[in-house]
């Protein structure tokens, strides 16, 4: 367990909720941070204000990451201002509520493009890098619906179950070159996406919702430690075991 100074770090979808649990829990421990949104700049604003109050740099840089375009520019521009990116937490990802046995096509070619596509683009934009220094992290934000089915619909399972698959296969290709990818599946994490969910976390599993710092809390243990890797933590209290 080490001290990530004069690391760099981007989160997707930091704005809010997971995201910026896990930008504020890396700067805690040293890092510079990238902020990615793609709206809300005013929320991704107040997360850049909360990693400069911890002493550290913040970067706001707005992209859809689930374009190729997008992403080529904004990893330019955080290498500019930051310097190389040695951690990348995939968490861009929407929800959007569906009948389950009515899903429209563009609904689901947008929840797999956002959700999962955004992942892949982003890792293969940092992964030449982390290969030339012989050192990176990669943490993929998947959710419980991956093994469970979940509650928002097949559509968003099928796309946090192939983030399990990316993990894996990364993983699996990088590991001896001190590069680790893991991905963390929460569920009933209490943020503005679940509040809408239909289900009463009093009466289910541990008895509660999980908090945004429990799952960031997560990520900072896999990104300290270069021994795990193609694993995927379940953030659920006992929602879902293993």
């Known amino acids: 367990m080490y001290s990530l100074e004069g690391k760099v770090a981007l989160v ?8 910026r649990g896990c930008a504020l829990s890396l700067a805690g421990a040293g890092a510079d941070i990238a902020v990615n949104f793609r709206f809300r ?9 909360l990693i400069e109050d911890l002493g550290k740099r913040a970067f ?13 520019s904004m990893i330019a521009k955080i290498e500019m201002e ?6 990348l937490v995939n968490n861009a990802g929407i929800a959007p509520r ?9 609904g689901w070619d947008e929840v797999m493009a956002i959700n999962l596509k955004s992942a892949y683009l982003v890792t293969q934009a940092v992964l030449s890098g982390m290969r030339a220094r012989q050192w990176g992290r990669i943490v993929n934000i998947a959710s419980g619906a ?36 893991n991905a963390v599946a929460p569920s009933l994490i209490l943020t503005d996406m679940s509040k809408d969910l239909p289900v009463n976390p009093t009466k289910t599993h541990i008895g509660r919702y999980g ?19 193609g694993q995927t933590l379940f953030v659920n209290g006992g929602r879902y075991m293993t």
Request: glycine share 12%.
């Open 211 to 229: 908090t945004v710092e429990e799952v960031a809390d997560t990520v900072l243990m896999l990104v300290r430690n270069g021994y795990i890797t």
């Open 146 to 181: 991956a093994a469970t089915g979940g509650v928002v619909g097949p559509y968003y399972a099928a796309s946090k179950a192939g983030l399990l698959g990316l993990t894996h296969g990364y993983a699996s290709f990088t590991m001896r070159e001190g590069i680790t990818v």
């Open 41 to 49: 700049e005013d929320a991704a604003r107040e997360t850049c204000k």
């Open 12 to 19: 997707t979808g930091a704005a809010r909720g997971i995201g």
């Open 98 to 106: 569906y009948s389950w046995d009515q899903i429209p096509e563009e």
């Open 60 to 72: 706001l840089v707005r992209a859809d990451v689930s374009k190729a375009s997008d992403v080529g």
């Open 82 to 87: 930051l310097g190389s990116i040695s951690i």
